[in-house]
């Protein structure tokens, strides 16, 4: 049986990038427009905000320690024990009005973030880009409007990346390189404009099927990896915006959501909160650490 638990009623405008630390069983997460990078501790159900000073839209644990931040002004590595940030590389410093959003990391130990603008245009002005562990960046997909939606196969052979704008809502699959860190053949992987909501964050288990978060849509579902539709799960709130595999077994689907200005409404009491979503039968898997 599936249960489903608000375990931080944060009622962020943005909660988002959910991260598993398997090292220390804690999971991290951003609330974006708050501006903070926050550490739930499942054992305690103790919720530590960050402040990080300005918009956080993604973020990787470091192998070295610390984590990775990909903030409006660009790429940082933080201390949350000092609180010291330091810019690694802004990767669009000619445009100012746009800000990094959906990102993770492969298992080499690179960044893949994309950017988006904000407050957003109806021009495909965002690119996704990728930051390597001695701090250089090159874009990678150019043309995007809301970046999201990224995932690597467990084969290493495979990145999905989604651009959420109501006008494209599709969900891409690259062929990928782990060596050279290359994209190749670009397919579509999922068009989801005949589904309810958005395609927004996502992630992959085990068996390699992509866990698709359908924000406006309240719903989570799953493709197989050739495209196919064979899980959908109903969600207690209408806006969900990623989901990360956590636990000691990885077992557990960590859910973040938002809140929009209708939220007021009796039914949309927890969007924009933390949940907890255990049951589902699958296991996911270890999040790579950005090696810079």
Same mark, same amino acid.
């Given at each position: 049986?599936?249960?489903?638990?608000?375990?931080?009623?944060a009622?962020a405008?943005?909660?988002?990038?959910?991260?598993?630390?398997?090292?220390?069983?804690?999971?991290w997460?951003?609330?974006?427009?708050g501006?903070?990078?926050?550490r739930?501790?499942?054992?305690t159900?103790?919720?530590?905000?960050?402040?990080?000073?300005e918009?956080?839209?993604?973020?990787?644990?470091?192998?070295?320690?610390? +984590?990775?931040?990909a903030?409006?002004?660009?790429?940082?590595?933080?201390?949350?024990t000092?609180?010291?940030?330091?810019?690694?590389?802004?990767?669009?410093?000619? !445009?100012?009005? %746009?800000?990094?959003?959906?990102?993770?990391?492969?298992?080499?130990?690179?960044?893949?973030?994309?950017?988006?603008p904000?407050p957003?245009?109806?021009?495909?002005?965002g690119?996704? %880009?990728?930051?390597d562990p001695?701090?250089?960046?090159r874009?990678?997909?150019?043309?995007?409007?809301?970046s999201?939606?990224?995932?690597?196969?467990p084969?290493? !052979?495979?990145?999905?990346?989604?651009?959420?704008?109501?006008?494209?809502?599709t969900?891409?699959?690259?062929?990928?390189?782990?060596?050279?860190g290359?994209?190749?053949?670009? !397919?579509?992987?999922?068009?989801?404009?005949?589904?309810?909501?958005?395609p927004?964050?996502?992630?992959?288990?085990?068996?390699?099927?992509y866990?698709?978060?359908?924000t406006?849509?309240?719903?989570?579902?799953?493709?197989?990896?050739?495209g196919?539709?064979? !899980?959908? +799960?109903?969600l207690p709130?209408?806006?969900p915006?990623? +989901?990360?595999?956590?636990?000691?077994?990885?077992?557990?689907?960590?859910?973040?959501?938002?809140r929009?200005?209708?939220? %007021?409404?009796?039914?949309?009491?927890?969007?924009?909160?933390?949940?907890?979503?255990?049951?589902?039968?699958?296991?996911?898997l270890?999040?790579?650490?950005f090696?810079g």
């Amino acid at each position: 049986m599936v249960e489903i638990t608000c375990i931080v009623d944060a009622k962020a405008r943005v909660a988002e990038g959910p991260v598993w630390d398997e090292q220390a069983s804690v999971l991290w997460w951003t609330n974006i427009y708050g501006q903070t990078l926050n550490r739930y501790d499942p054992a305690t159900g103790v919720n530590q905000a960050f402040d990080v000073g300005e918009p956080l839209g993604s973020f990787a644990l470091r192998a070295a320690g610390g +984590v990775l931040l990909a903030c409006k002004s660009g790429f940082y590595t933080f201390d949350p024990t000092t609180g010291q940030k330091t810019l690694v590389v802004d990767p669009e410093p000619d !445009r100012p009005n %746009h800000r990094l959003n959906d990102g993770r990391c492969d298992r080499a130990g690179r960044f893949w973030c994309g950017s988006m603008p904000d407050p957003i245009l109806d021009r495909p002005t965002g690119a996704l %880009h990728r930051l390597d562990p001695d701090g250089s960046t090159r874009p990678m997909v150019k043309g995007a409007l809301i970046s999201n939606g990224l995932a690597f196969s467990p084969d290493n !052979r495979t990145l999905y990346f989604a651009d959420s704008w109501t006008a494209v809502r599709t969900v891409w699959a690259f062929d990928f390189d782990l060596a050279s860190g290359t994209l190749g053949t670009r !397919r579509v992987f999922i068009d989801t404009r005949d589904l309810p909501g958005r395609p927004d964050g996502a992630a992959v288990d085990a068996d390699g099927c992509y866990w698709m978060t359908c924000t406006g849509g309240g719903s989570l579902m799953r493709f197989t990896p050739d495209g196919r539709l064979d !899980r959908t +799960v109903p969600l207690p709130v209408k806006r969900p915006t990623m +989901v990360a595999f956590g636990g000691k077994s990885l077992d557990t689907l960590y859910l973040t959501t938002l809140r929009s200005p209708d939220d %007021h409404l009796p039914e949309a009491a927890q969007d924009g909160g933390l949940f907890r979503i255990d049951g589902l039968g699958v296991t996911g898997l270890v999040e790579p650490r950005f090696a810079g």
